[in-house]
């Protein structure tokens, strides 16, 4: 008779070791590379513009293209994950981004940009709510907030990286560089996970004959040879299986479906609308191209601050009051960002400090929504619960890519861009404190 064994119990006392630290740093690099990679297409926009001759608007159907993609991928590559493995799709959305990132550098015409970018957007799309999911299981409750929220953060820390990079490179190898680095470092991870990533031992728990590829995987996690592979692995949530977005709207779960989603898609709209036309209009405005690319940097500088002081915080206050919080003062900081006089005789680090402010708010909301939108379905609907999120933040975010155009259309400038996104963002701000999902602390303050 095989031995019972409680896998989440063994999750829960094993320690942060090598395998989960192997986890973490293989699923943030991901995310790393995914974060330049979904911002690439603002890096070179300046430039794109003048090379090509074309105008802002030009540019917002290659931008909803990539969101679409993204949207697609983020639903069709999370349930892959569900149903097949997190490891495998991890894998596949980081050759997507590679293959597709490379084609985009060498076109020669928007069409086929938006193209590239949208086969692109499906890998980009994929890589989150699987690598989120992948290490929120290998991590146990004491450490869970942090490891997803380190993980996640990688997507402003690439957008900071490739800010960087680009103000470098952009001006001097022009726009086409920012994409040829964007395909060669996924392209990389994708060769090394095939190696090193394993895949979740909560997935794993739930195939029939996974057994002593369980036992290897949890032998190494616990850090001692403790299972032999006969044993009878029993999950809390391995009850009736069912895969799906489906099965996000049945009773337990629609009412929190419905405030994730609003979350998502109109917090991903603010992060996108920044992303994608804070470079231009700032240069618009009479800042020099470096000065203009920096906003982006100083925009995601602080959402990585955002998101680690924010899963801090979630440890000790829990996910409501955090986020109510976070996005309270996002509003304040993007309307404060609309009332000032942008341009060249505004100091620039009352600018980017504001920028930044802004940055912390708005994407360390969107980072640790992530570990409560995870934590709010079971393992077999976990990516798909996820995904499900990033697809309507996609859909965010391909609003955003006219969003731009309609409020610079109003008249006003920078004033009423920002004012505007402030507007949106107090729909996420509701939204975020109505969700009855929400994270209780996980430390004794």
Same mark, same amino acid.
């Given at each position: 008779? &095989? $031995? ?13 070791? +090598? ?15 995914? /974060? ?22 030009? !540019? ?47 076109? $020669? ?33 004491? %450490? ?22 680009? *103000? ?28 090193? !990533? ?9 195939? &029939? ?6 036992? +290897? ?32 709207? +049945? ?5 929190? $479906? ?11 709209? %603010? ?71 942008? /341009? ?14 802004? /940055?912390?708010?708005?994407? /360390? ?10 934590? *709010? ?27 731009? %155009? ?8 920078? &004033? ?11 729909? %996420? ?17």
């Amino acid at each position: 008779m &095989s $031995t019972k064994i409680d896998l989440e119990q063994v999750i829960e006392s094993a320690p942060f070791g +090598r395998v989960a630290w192997l986890v973490l740093v293989l699923t943030t690099l991901t995310l790393i590379f995914d /974060g330049f990679d979904i911002q690439a297409i603002a890096f070179a926009a300046p430039s794109l513009f003048k090379e090509w001759g074309i105008h802002k608007a030009d !540019l917002s159907g290659v931008l909803a293209w990539g969101l679409g993609g993204m949207a697609f991928g983020a639903l069709v590559v999370g349930e892959i994950g569900d149903r097949y493995g997190r490891r495998g799709a991890t894998i596949i959305a980081l050759a997507v981004i590679a293959v597709a990132t490379f084609f985009a550098a060498r076109a $020669t015409g928007l069409q086929a940009l938006a193209l590239w970018r949208c086969i692109a957007g499906i890998g980009l799309g994929g890589a989150l709510p699987n690598a989120a999911a992948l290490i929120l299981e290998f991590a146990n409750q004491r %450490t869970r907030n942090l490891a997803v929220a380190v993980t996640v953060v990688g997507v402003p820390v690439g957008g900071m990286l490739g800010a960087a990079v680009a *103000a470098q490179m952009v001006p001097v190898y022009g726009w086409r560089s920012i994409f040829v680095v964007g395909a060669v470092l996924p392209a990389l991870l994708a060769v090394s996970a095939l190696f090193w !990533l394993p895949e979740s031992p909560r997935f794993l728990a739930m195939q &029939s004959g996974a057994g002593p590829r369980l036992a +290897r995987l949890m032998n190494r996690v616990v850090g001692a040879v403790r299972f032999t592979g006969s044993e009878a692995w029993l999950l809390a949530d391995s009850g009736t299986i069912k895969h799906g977005v489906r099965e996000l709207f +049945r009773p337990e779960y629609f009412y929190n $479906t419905v405030m994730i989603w609003l979350v998502f898609l109109t917090n991903v709209l %603010t992060v996108y609308s920044f992303f994608n036309w804070t470079p231009a209009l700032l240069a618009g405005a009479g800042l020099a191209l470096g000065a203009a690319l920096k906003g982006s940097l100083y925009f995601n500088l602080g959402g990585v601050i955002g998101a680690m002081g924010g899963a801090w915080c979630m440890n000790r206050w829990g996910s409501r009051l955090v986020l109510g919080v976070l996005g309270a003062v996002g509003v304040l900081s993007v309307f404060a960002l609309g009332q000032a006089p942008i /341009g060249p005789a505004l100091s620039l680090w009352l600018l980017f400090g504001l920028i930044g402010v802004a /940055g912390a708010c708005i994407s /360390g909301l969107q980072v640790n929504m992530y570990t409560v939108c995870a934590s *709010a379905y079971p393992t077999h609907l976990r990516a798909t619960g996820v995904g499900a999120g990033l697809a309507n933040a996609r859909f965010g975010g391909i609003l955003s890519a006219y969003t731009g %155009t309609f409020l610079m259309g109003l008249g006003g400038g920078l &004033s009423t861009f920002f004012t505007g996104l402030s507007a949106v963002l107090v729909l %996420t701000w509701v939204a975020a404190l109505l969700m009855r999902c929400h994270l209780p602390p996980s430390v004794r303050r």
